[in-house]
């Protein structure tokens, strides 16, 4: 290993010493002035050294002994797109790679080389893969991205630039009220603990950018950086995450969601204060608020992955549904109390019209009837007294009966109304004669009477004034609507 040291400082001391000669004018013909051959290109020239140190770029360094150690540090240059419908974001970093390697090691030349990154073809580079990324490329404009770099004690540093889509699972359960924790891993894809350690460079000084950053619906919080080692069927591997914090800018929201659905809600309301009689104005407002609703609640949907548990702005928005169709529920008890009270004075109207046809029909036989209500009264008494015979056949021979009979076959040019008068006076006293008389009820008429007390009415609460239930949702609803909302954000710990 020595006897390569000693030449890799010697041929590269060579090659430093060609470099720096005044550059010359190349000929088309592909010769130089003085008609000699160009000089080699100090690229060239490193190759050819490479080779004959007999330099193995399948072999790491200390192959054989112990494991390289591998430290790394990144730029964040942006994050974009994060998607919650994809749970992934897109990262664009600057990756720098650190090791040493013995077989680089030169002296004499007191300075690092900063090589074309196509040198890095004919070197050993640890094989880091991002673990957690769905896609990845290496920018190529306008040459490869990349760089490498020799130090005089054999460091390499190799540096590249990343555009990486990874993936982030995310709770979605306080969207858009949330924060989420992202990471991005990386890993040896092939060499295990014992071949390569992977490390920070310093620790959370390691990444920086993050400052810098400036995303449309995100805040990027606090970050960390740790190695561990994980274990697989083929041995255990170091890996390096890096997480962070990033907060939801929830103004946004506010705007394009919270704020419409408030407003809808509100405008429900303004059916209160509509007459209850204008029954086309009351129902086209309640229809759209409904159907305005049921568009801004799918907008909101399309752009949320289809998950299994609630999240907060499904919370919100089934409660401002809830409350736009409540207020189109409440003009429907409106206008059902209002024709419930039309129908009531109609009857009442009704049944006074007939009162009154009948008192003015009963003034003639008024005298008459009370004449009756007194014997039947007598012959009550006496039927409790065992003479029910004797008040039956005094009753029938009475002057009012007779007379009742005698005025109906006689005055045959008399009114309807007093024939029925006295059917009616006679069939009572009939049925009063025989009230001593008890009958046992049959099961029928027992059965049928449990029957009507067992079943149970439901009867409509009488309100006496349609307008009051009005008046208590001008009231009621908004101060529901103002108890939920502090229910809601406090809940979801925004205040």
């Not at 051959?37 to 490479?50: A, F, V």
């Not at 159907?291 to 499904?314: H, N, Q, V």
């Not at 409106?334 to 046809?357: G, H, I, P, T, W």
């Not at 006496?382 to 005025?407: E, H, I, Q």
Request: net charge positive.
């Amino acid at each position: 290993m020595p006897l390569i040291s000693v030449g890799f400082t010697a041929l590269l001391t060579w090659c430093l010493a060609s470099g720096q000669q005044a550059p010359q004018t190349i000929q088309p013909s592909g010769q130089s002035q003085n008609g000699q051959d160009p000089p080699m290109s100090t690229l060239q020239r490193i190759d050819g050294l490479l080779e004959q140190i007999n330099y193995d770029r399948n072999l790491r360094p200390y192959f054989g002994g112990q494991p390289v150690r591998v430290e790394m540090s990144m730029t964040i240059a942006s994050i974009d797109q994060i998607s919650e419908v994809d749970l992934d974001y897109t990262i664009t970093l600057f990756l720098r790679q650190y090791w040493n390697d013995d077989r680089l090691i030169f002296r004499g030349v007191n300075r690092t080389l900063s090589l074309d990154g196509r040198l890095v073809e004919k070197l050993w580079v640890p094989d880091i893969f991002l673990v957690n990324a769905k896609q990845s490329f290496l920018h190529t404009v306008t040459v490869d991205n990349r760089l490498i770099r020799i130090f005089p004690n054999g460091d390499v540093l190799y540096g590249l630039r990343v555009t990486a889509k990874a993936a982030c699972p995310m709770d979605l359960r306080k969207y858009p009220l949330d924060e989420q924790n992202c990471t991005l891993e990386l890993e040896s894809y092939g060499y295990t603990d014992e071949e390569l350690e992977l490390g920070w460079k310093a620790g959370n000084a390691s990444v920086t950018g993050l400052g810098r950053l400036d995303l449309s619906q995100f805040t990027v919080g606090d970050y960390n950086t740790v190695a561990k080692l994980v274990k697989y069927e083929t041995g255990n591997y170091w890996r390096l995450v890096f997480s962070f914090q990033l907060y939801r800018q929830i103004f946004y929201f506010i705007l394009q969601t919270y704020l419409p659905m408030i407003l809808l809600v509100i405008l429900s309301w303004v059916s209160f204060w509509v007459n209850h009689e204008s029954v086309p104005a009351r129902v086209t407002l309640g229809i759209t608020t409904v159907l305005t609703m049921t568009t801004l609640t799918s907008a909101a949907r399309s752009s949320l992955p289809k998950i299994s548990y609630i999240k907060a702005i499904d919370v919100y928005m089934v409660m401002c549904f809830l409350f736009v169709f409540a207020a189109l529920l409440e003009y429907a008890a409106v206008n059902f109390q209002s024709n419930q009270r039309a129908r009531r004075e109609r009857k009442k109207l009704r049944k006074q019209a007939s009162e009154d046809k009948d008192k003015e029909g009963g003034v003639k036989g008024g005298s008459a009837a009370a004449i009756l209500l007194s014997r039947l009264r007598a012959a009550n008494a006496v039927n409790r007294d065992g003479n029910a015979g004797t008040a039956n056949d005094s009753l029938r021979n009475s002057p009012s009966t007779n007379a009742c009979t005698k005025r109906v076959s006689i005055a045959t040019t008399s009114s309807s109304q007093n024939e029925e008068n006295c059917k009616e006076s006679s069939v009572g006293i009939e049925l009063r004669a025989g009230v001593g008389e008890r009958r046992r009820p049959t099961f029928a008429e027992v059965a049928q009477k449990v029957a009507r007390r067992k079943t149970l009415h439901f009867k409509v609460p009488e309100i006496m004034d349609v307008n009051d239930i009005d008046r208590w949702s001008r009231f009621m609803f908004p101060l529901a609507f103002v108890i939920f909302n502090i229910i809601y954000w406090i809940g979801y710990g925004l205040v």
